[in-house]
């Protein structure tokens, strides 16, 4: 069965409770992140010591409030003593003792009024009412310990009721009373055996009559005494243990803010180091060296930083060495690609010359080519008019075979007979002139060399029988 932190809602819904104060702890540096923890440690630590420092002052308080009822039991005790006499008259003086009392203290407990009243006139009854309304101002009747609160209901309660109930001769209120008391000194003594001294009742188990009242008043002279013993007693121990609680707290606190001074400054210095060492590995120095102190997490860091430093020392040691190997190949490739790039040079001139001499064959064909042309539109033009010298030939040579076969026909197969007149008229120069021209003529129809296309023969002159002129 998976554990609980590993179950994905259990995940999720740590991860949501913790994400705002992870927020913040990654918003803020390392000093305010300690002055916020520091905080949520010592705020509620202080409110958890001011609750026990303010407890420990109201019982204090509570306890002073009480000794100040305290005091006003002997001048009541003998304020009720002089009321209760037999035929008393008057003011009584311990009335002053009261006021001068109730002016000391401020009338913390409000009771001037009623000791001004009793001043018009006092009887038991009104003296026993304040009584009650000490003990109930004073707090008296609320006291927290079994031995001080039963010593308490015999001063402020049982002890008056019964000295009047005895000076006004009410033996069975007394009766009841004098055992209620009994009772009370007993449960006093049991919860707290010491006060057997002081809450002796003999002197009273042994009064008669008249003398119970003052047995009595005896009593609870001794156990206020008592009282008063017990409350200072009560205040010591409440001071002390606050006391002893601020000096602990005092230590605490020192040896927390020592604790976590230590801590924030190993701290700081710890991440200080690394992050100057850090920076200087970003700047290229991996010389720098911080040897980790202690076990802690930072120290933990602090040594894998140091082993990460030296893995790139050597990684870069190791990227130099190939970096000088392939700085040699590199020389090597270059050295190469110039030999390359002059052989490379020496075979572009060699191609721009072969293509200058392209050029130049190409202009030179290109003028062959243009007097080629030229040559075979003169060649065209001399045919045109050798074609046409041809014609006019065979336009003659026609013209003489006729002129032939009519004289064959007229003279038979002699000799043809021309009139002298005829022949004397053409002289022989005229006629070799004539044959000249129809020869160049024949000449000039031939291509010119160089020239594309055949040489053009000229048509074969047929043999002209020469006229013969017979005299």
């Known amino acids: 069965m998976p554990a609980p932190a590993d179950h994905p809602a259990v995940n999720v819904f740590a991860e949501s409770l913790l994400r705002p104060g992870l ?103 009104q003296v026993l009412e304040l009584f009650t309304q000490v003990s109930d101002n004073s707090k008296l009747t609320l006291d927290p310990d079994l031995d001080s609160y039963y010593i308490m209901a015999i001063v402020m309660d049982y002890a008056p009721k019964l000295a009047a109930a005895a000076a006004q001769a009410d033996v069975a209120r007394a009766a009841v009373l004098r055992d209620s008391l009994a009772a009370a000194v007993k449960r006093a003594i049991a919860a707290n055996p010491a006060l057997a001294t002081d809450l002796s009742t003999a002197e009273l188990e042994r009064a008669h009559d008249g003398e119970v009242s003052r047995a009595v008043l005896s009593l609870s002279t001794r156990a206020v005494g008592a009282l008063d013993r017990l409350l200072l007693k009560r205040i010591d121990g409440f001071e002390s243990h606050r006391n002893r609680l601020l000096g602990l707290t005092l230590l605490s606190l020192l040896l927390a803010i020592y604790l976590i001074t230590g801590f924030y400054l190993s701290n700081l210095r710890g991440f200080g180091a690394l992050i100057l060492r ?22 933990q860091l602090i040594g894998a930083f140091n082993a990460s430093r030296e893995q790139l020392l050597s990684l870069v040691q190791r990227i130099s060495e190939v970096s000088e190997t392939l700085d040699a190949d590199g020389r090597q490739i270059a050295a ?136």
């Open 278 to 299: 850090m920076r200087k590995l970003a700047h290229g120095d991996l010389t720098a060296n911080f040897e980790a102190r202690g076990r802690d997490e930072v120290s």
């Open 336 to 471: 190469a690609s110039e030999d390359l790039t002059h052989r490379e040079s020496s075979r572009s001139a060699a191609i721009r010359a072969t293509s200058d001499s392209a050029s130049d064959v190409k202009e030179s064909v290109q003028r062959n080519l243009d007097n080629a042309l030229q040559g075979e539109r003169l060649a065209a033009q001399a045919h045109g008019t050798a074609t046409r010298g041809n014609e006019v030939v065979g336009e003659v040579v026609t013209t003489m075979q006729a002129i032939t076969g009519s004289s064959r026909r007229t003279f038979g197969r002699g000799s043809i007979l021309v009139p002298a007149h005829v022949g004397a008229g053409v002289p022989s120069s005229t006629v070799r002139r004539s044959r000249r021209r129809t020869e160049k003529k024949s000449r000039a129809s031939v291509t010119p060399a160089g020239s594309e296309g055949s040489v053009t023969a000229s048509p074969s002159r047929p043999e002209v029988a020469r006229p013969t002129t017979r005299l």
């Open 23 to 125: 927020r913040i702890m990654q918003a803020v540096r390392l000093p305010v992140k300690f002055g916020i923890v520091c905080a949520a440690l010592l705020v509620p630590l202080c409110v958890a010591i001011y609750g026990v420092l303010a407890y420990a002052e109201s019982n204090i308080e509570f306890a002073r409030d009480e000794r100040l009822g305290v005091a006003y039991v002997a001048p009541l005790n003998e304020l009720l003593q002089q009321v209760t006499q037999p035929g008393a008259t008057g003011k009584p003086h311990a009335l002053d003792a009261l006021g001068s009392l109730a002016t000391s203290q401020g009338d913390a407990l409000d009771v001037a009024t009623t000791i001004d009243k009793l001043s018009v006139g006092a009887d038991a009854a």
